[in-house]
Every structure is written in C-alpha cells, then in structure tokens.
C-alpha cells in the first residue's frame, strides 16, 4: 500500500514511481485484473462481439511488440558490465549483471510479466468473443425452432 492510500511505501516510490518496489505493485496489480477477467471469460461471465475484441487485440499485439522492442533495447543489460578481469571486478560485474537483467522487478523480468499479462488479456478477449459467438448462435437456432 502506498503512502498517500495510508499504507507503507517509501518516499522514493513517491519521488520516482518506476522504481522497482513501485513497479513491482503496478505489475502485480495489473496481472490479478487480468487473472479475474480470464476467469470471468472462462466461467462464462464475460462475453464481447468479434468486432468489440479486434480493436483490443490489435492494441495488446501492440503493447507485445512495443515490449519486444523494448527487450532489445535494454539487450545491455544482461550483459555483464566489463569491469576487470581480477575477482572483485568480476564479483561486481556479475553482481549487477544479475541485478540489472534476472532481479524481481528488473526491466528483463518486467517486460516478461507485461508480456504475459497481455498473453492472459488476448486470451480472455478471444474466450469471450467464443462465448459471445456460442450464446448468438444458440439464440438464432432458437428462433428458428420457434413455429
């Protein structure tokens, strides 16, 4: 919880919300809200048209590569930092290595969990749209039984 909603949190959260501790939260938050949309589309209590789920899908197929890109981007950051070839610059090196591209909260980590969070959100769009789909095609059949 963060400082201003009463909670805990520290002033560096509030100074620089990308913090990991801070982003930390954002991502976890933003992963349950689509854990409980994919289970509201699996339970049959989220439906949507096809034509309400394309413009979302492109946008997550977006945010996936837009993430993918970034992933280049920080290519550098799982590289261990050249720092000598004695054990202490080797010690450090390694140490931040792990820290910059494997650590909770890491950017490499981060993009990975957004990665997935959009995976689970396309997942549930295309399991309500079938639903959708599923409760059109058995109202059109019951019509046409109907004399």
Do not use: W
Request: hydrophobic fraction near 35%; avoid cysteine; charged fraction near 20%.
């Amino acid at each position: 919880m963060l400082i201003a909603d009463g909670g805990g949190g520290s002033m560096s959260d509030i100074v620089n919300p990308l913090t990991s501790g801070a982003m930390k939260a954002a991502v976890q938050s933003v992963t349950a809200e689509t854990q409980k949309l994919l289970s509201a589309a699996k339970s049959g209590g989220f439906k949507i048209t096809p034509e309400g789920v394309k413009p979302l899908t492109n946008a997550l197929n977006d945010l996936v590569n837009d993430l993918r890109d970034k992933g280049d981007a920080i290519y550098t950051l799982n590289q261990s930092p050249q720092l000598g070839n004695h054990p202490y610059g080797r010690t450090v090196a390694s140490h931040d290595q792990k820290g910059a591209a494997d650590a909770e909260g890491s950017a490499s980590v981060v993009l990975e969990q957004l990665k997935e969070v959009a995976r689970q959100a396309t997942e549930a769009l295309e399991r309500a749209a079938g639903l959708y789909n599923e409760s059109e095609n058995a109202a059109f059949d019951a019509m046409k039984s109907k004399p």
